[in-house]
């Protein structure tokens, strides 16, 4: 089993910054594609990013494409995302996903795709 556990959320203003964590345990992040989604109030989760599981390809959600970045650093078993010129719109639950894939290239987009999630972490940008 796959425990994930997210961290770095928080308020901000917006045009603000801010840089989420996902840490993995129970089982080596290697073998799981990753990817972050979010959900804001009355509306489904949706896809924001994700990673490969060696890391060389990356997929984003065209909404947050050239300010959202994903990275992961395997010896660590964490995915970050970092988030910049962020906007009121970005508000919402962010949520860190590991998915089983026998792909090292492969990214996930659907959440259907996906066997573990966290927690989530609280993102509120004001403007």
């Known amino acids: 089993q796959v425990q994930l556990v997210e961290s770095g959320g928080g308020l901000v203003q917006a045009g603000g910054s801010l840089r989420l964590s996902c840490a993995a345990s129970?089982?080596?992040?290697?073998?799981?594609?990753m990817g972050w989604f979010r959900q804001a109030p009355g509306k489904e989760r949706e896809f924001v990013a994700a990673?490969?599981?060696?890391?060389?390809?990356?997929n984003y959600a065209d909404s947050v494409k050239g300010r959202f970045s994903i990275s992961r650093v395997n010896a660590k078993n964490t995915v970050y995302l970092q988030m910049n010129d962020l906007k009121p719109e970005d508000t919402g639950v962010y949520y860190c996903a590991g998915g089983n894939t026998g792909s090292f290239i492969d990214t996930l987009t659907s959440v259907r795709d996906y066997d573990y999630w966290g927690q989530g972490t609280q993102v509120t940008v004001s403007s």
């Open positions: 990673i490969s599981r060696i890391g060389s390809q990356t």
């Open positions: 129970g089982r080596t992040s290697t073998y799981l594609a």
